[in-house]
């Protein structure tokens, strides 16, 4: 639900995300580049499946791609 919310509210709204950071969900799991890759190709596939527009998929995309630098945890 929480994923939902912080989608929803990254889209516009209504819903507003009230969980932890993304850094303080993420830390210690050692999420590498591969595995953030892996996540956004099944969101592509996902929207695809939906029929997502491109200019709706690629605005998504982009509020979600800041996020990459708090998820990821280096070796
Ligand atoms: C844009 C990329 C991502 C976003 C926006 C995102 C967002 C979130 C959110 C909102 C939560 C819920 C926080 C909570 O319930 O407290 C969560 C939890 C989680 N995320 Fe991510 N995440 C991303 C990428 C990843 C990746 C790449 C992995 C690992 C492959 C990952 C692994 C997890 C796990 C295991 C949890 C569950 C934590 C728990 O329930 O204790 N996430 N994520």
């Known amino acids: ?4 919310n912080q989608i929803c509210e990254a889209s516009g709204g209504p819903c507003a995300y009230t969980g ?8 210690g799991m050692g999420v590498q580049d591969v595995a953030f890759g892996t996540l956004v ?13 491109k200019v709706e998929k690629r605005e998504l995309l982009a509020v979600l791609g800041p996020m990459k630098s ?6």
Do not use: Y
Not at 20 to 25: F, G, N, S
Not at 41 to 53: F, P, S, T, W, Y
């Open 1 to 4: 639900m929480h994923l939902v």
């Open 70 to 75: 708090e998820i990821l945890e280096q070796k």
């Open 20 to 27: 932890p950071t993304m850094m303080q969900t993420h830390k």
């Open 41 to 53: 190709e099944d969101l592509v596939a996902a929207l695809d499946h939906h029929r997502v527009g």
